[in-house]
């Protein structure tokens, strides 16, 4: 199977929501970024974790490198949240990129 | 801030004819890298460099050459570009094993 699974393919929240995104992995990573992609193309790193948790405003992300998965959650969903987000962990070699995630927020 | 700067932002190349891509990092980065994106997918490593003069293949390198003259520069060259390398690529630099910082795209179009 894929070796970064992202899940869910897309995600709809209205303005003021919460939700999560998760990516589960085949094997052991040694670290995982995520970005959010938004209409223009332009990748923008949200997190780069090699373990545990980190927070930057709204947006929280977890890593647990023993379990083989990280969660992206957004709290208090705004507009400008949308785009299509992807999770990539670190191999011996470059990065692996999940399918991502579209989510869309409705006002 | 990481600055990783690629050229050209768009191109429209023919079948068969050669295509270069150049990337431009002022990281001090040793490390260097160039994805493909296909419409609706995530990104997939072509090749990688970790040293000036010397190049790595990544995942799917059948089809592209990379060139890594100095620390700064790595080009991705098509020497014959097909219609299935109509995508977007992206450069990226890091340190080893370290977060990556990405450039802006490039957007290929071949007909």
């Known amino acids: 199977g894929m070796p970064v699974e992202q899940n869910p393919p897309a995600l709809s929240l209205y303005e003021g929501a919460d939700s999560g995104l998760r990516c589960n992995f085949s094997?052991?990573?040694?670290?995982v970024q995520w970005f959010q992609q938004n209409h223009r193309g332009r990748l923008i790193t949200l997190f780069y974790l090699a373990q545990g948790t980190k927070e930057n405003g709204r947006l929280k992300s977890t890593f647990n490198s023993k379990e083989r998965y990280s969660t992206l959650h957004i709290k208090d969903a705004q507009l400008e949240d949308s785009g299509t987000y992807f999770c990539a962990a670190e191999y011996a070699q470059g990065l692996t990129f999940g399918l991502g995630t579209r989510v869309s927020v409705f006002p | 801030e990481a600055a990783v700067t690629q050229s050209p932002r768009s191109k429209v190349a023919v079948t068969g004819g050669k295509v270069t891509l150049s990337c431009h990092q002022t990281?001090?980065?040793?490390?260097m890298y160039w994805y493909r994106q296909d419409t609706g997918h995530g990104l997939r490593l072509i090749h990688y460099?970790?040293?000036?003069?010397?190049?790595e293949k990544g995942d799917i390198p059948d089809g592209y050459k990379a060139s890594r003259p100095s620390q700064e520069n790595f080009s991705l060259i098509l020497e014959l570009a097909s219609l299935s390398q109509t995508a977007v690529y992206f450069c990226?630099?890091?340190?080893?094993?370290?977060?990556?910082?990405f450039g802006p795209g490039t957007r290929l179009t071949v007909l």
């Open positions: 094997t052991t990573m040694k670290s």
């Open positions: 990226a630099s890091s340190e080893h094993q370290y977060e990556q910082y």
């Open positions: 460099s970790y040293v000036a003069d010397s190049t």
């Open positions: 990281n001090n980065h040793d490390y």
